[in-house]
Structure formats: structure tokens, C-alpha cells
Nanobody
């Protein structure tokens, strides 16, 4: 069983930065690939970034160049550094773990195929 817990969300002005973290229990980092999804009110959940076991990363077009995903295997922790935040980045952000994130573009992974989710962390970008 995999448990994921996010932290680091909050409110920030446009142009600001936040770093999300996700601590994973068990063998999540060894057995699965990891990623971040987000869901804004009234919208479907969408893939934001993912990372393979070999460090290969994938980003959605809307965050490429602004967000950076990284993993600390020793601490079983996944990070998402978000720079140059925009109001349209406002959403609940979810940590995810699943085989379907391995070797795939994160934008092509349907959320229904993800087996493990964290409870989410709210990010609000507003002036």
C-alpha cells in the first residue's frame, strides 16, 4: 500500500514561487513513477509534471519552463518547484504514483488510470 502526503501549498501573488513536497510511504519511489496533477474548480484533473525512475521528466505545455519536478529517493520525497506563477495555476495539486506515468508524456496520462493519490494541496495565485 502506498500513501502520499503533500505539503507546501498556499497563496502567492502573480510572478511568485512555491514549492510543493510529497512524502511517499513504502516502496513508492522504487516501484512506481511519480507525478503531479492539478484540478481547478469546474475543470478536469490534468497532468502537470512527472518523473521516471531514471530521472526523465515530462511537463505539460502550460507549465514547461516555469515548473521543475524532482525526487529525493533517500527521503522518499517528490518536489514541484513552481516559478513565475500565474492566476491560471490556481488549483488543488495532487501527488500521484503509478506505472502509467513511466515512459509517458504526463499530458497523455488519464487521471482515471492513476492508482495512488495524495489528499491534495491548495495553490492560489492572486493579487
Amino acid at each position: 500500500q502506498v500513501q502520499l502526503v503533500e505539503s507546501g501549498g498556499g497563496s502567492v501573488q502573480p510572478g511568485g514561487s512555491l514549492r510543493l513536497s510529497c512524502v511517499a510511504s513504502g516502496d513508492a519511489f522504487r516501484n512506481y513513477c511519480m507525478g503531479w496533477f492539478r484540478q481547478a474548480p469546474g475543470k478536469e484533473r490534468e497532468g502537470v509534471a512527472s518523473i521516471d525512475s531514471d530521472g526523465t521528466t515530462s511537463y505539460s505545455e502550460s507549465v514547461k519552463g516555469r515548473f521543475t519536478i524532482s525526487g529525493d529517493n533517500a527521503k522518499n520525497t517528490l518536489h514541484l518547484l513552481m516559478n513565475s506563477l500565474k492566476p491560471e495555476d490556481t488549483a488543488m495539486y495532487y501527488c500521484a504514483a503509478d506505472y502509467t506515468l513511466c515512459g509517458a508524456a504526463v499530458r497523455s496520462v488519464h487521471p482515471h488510470r492513476i492508482n495512488y493519490w495524495g489528499p491534495g494541496s491548495q495553490v492560489t495565485v492572486s493579487s
